[in-house]
């Protein structure tokens, strides 16, 4: 059996660094489950396909060509083959994620194909769902949150970097829209996994959150940091 670590979480609570430097630490391979439903959105945005057309955003999802690929910045998105990294990052590549995902079709289709990201030595697994529907059976899952108001200013912060216009009132909305959905979707609604450790980020920088989430992967035995 490979190893896994599920880190889930509301967008913006800091699962993703977290997640990279697990595996980077562990020597394990990464899985940014949210990323897959940015490309999709994307490739739809791409083909003129709405996020709400279920039977246009399910052919396209049967057919995604998407992989991902290591990088100085973290993961690197292919789609067809073409680097889609930065519109996968942006706001509008966050918010087409969580539109696509409340497809139960949808989501079916890309659990598979999430599951084959499981490979030796080991898997952190990086989304909303990996610790209570895709990885059932992972050795961790811990469900990483924050506060709305936190998450905001976090995602205000990245944004600004990348300069792009963003307005910080409307992203706190746009987080607190985007938290009850994915918490009210029929679909692998956003909850921790029963067995999940849950820790709240708001006060927290991230070697404090890295430390916690190590001293865990200790406890257990889960896996020894590669050298070298």
């Not at 940015?38 to 396909?49: K, Q, S, T």
């Not at 292919?78 to 949808?106: C, F, I, K, Y």
């Not at 746009?174 to 029929?186: G, H, M, Q, T, V």
Request: some cysteine; glycine content about 8%.
């Amino acid at each position: 059996m490979v190893p896994i670590i599920c880190i889930d979480g509301p967008s913006g609570a800091g699962k993703g660094t977290i997640s990279q430097l697990v595996a980077q630490y562990l020597g394990w391979h990464l899985l940014d489950s949210g990323a897959i439903y940015r490309v999709l959105g994307v490739a739809c945005l791409n083909n003129g396909v709405a996020w709400d057309d279920i039977p246009s955003v399910l052919a396209i999802a049967k057919t995604l060509p998407v992989r991902f690929e290591p990088s100085a910045n973290g993961m690197r998105a292919l789609l067809a083959g073409v680097d889609v990294t930065q519109a996968v990052r942006s706001e509008l590549g966050s918010q087409g994620a969580s539109a696509v995902a409340v497809h139960p079709e949808v989501r079916s289709t890309l659990l598979e194909r999430q599951r084959i990201f499981a490979a030796g030595p080991g898997l952190v697994a990086d989304g909303r769902d990996m610790g209570s529907t895709v990885f059932p059976t992972a050795e961790l899952k811990v469900f990483l949150t924050a506060s709305a108001e936190a998450r905001a200013e976090r995602r205000f912060q990245q944004l600004l970097e990348r300069d792009e216009n963003v307005n910080l009132p409307r992203l706190l909305e746009d987080i607190k829209a985007r938290d009850a959905r994915d918490s009210e979707r029929d679909a692998s609604p956003l909850c921790p996994a029963e067995d999940a450790i849950i820790i709240d980020s708001t006060l927290l920088s991230v070697d404090d959150v890295l430390e916690k989430v190590l001293a865990l992967v200790a406890q257990r035995g889960i896996g020894k940091r590669t050298t070298g």
